[in-house]
């Protein structure tokens, strides 16, 4: 039996820049997934990079989306 995988799939991660938006959107990076970290302030910017980060720092690819 193969393991899932999200490899190139993009993937949205509503409210991705703490708690468990951020698990997922690592988790997701991690299965393959090319990652889109939602925010949706400005103060909440911080969190979306440093999620971001993680997930670069894994060897994830993603960014963070405004909406």
Same mark, same amino acid.
């Given at each position: 039996? /193969?393991?899932? /995988?999200?490899?190139?799939? $993009? +993937?949205?991660? !509503?409210?991705?820049?703490? $708690?468990?938006?951020?698990?997922? !959107?690592?988790?997701? @990076?991690?299965?393959?997934?090319? +990652?889109?970290?939602?925010?949706?302030?400005?103060?909440?910017?911080?969190?979306?990079? @440093? /999620?971001?980060?993680? +997930?670069?720092?894994?060897?994830?690819?993603?960014?963070?989306?405004?909406?």
């Amino acid at each position: 039996m /193969t393991e899932p /995988t999200l490899r190139n799939q $993009n +993937v949205l991660i !509503a409210g991705g820049g703490k $708690n468990l938006g951020g698990l997922i !959107a690592r988790q997701s @990076a991690e299965a393959g997934a090319k +990652v889109a970290i939602h925010y949706n302030s400005e103060s909440s910017l911080s969190e979306a990079e @440093a /999620t971001l980060a993680a +997930v670069e720092e894994q060897g994830g690819q993603g960014r963070p989306a405004h909406g």
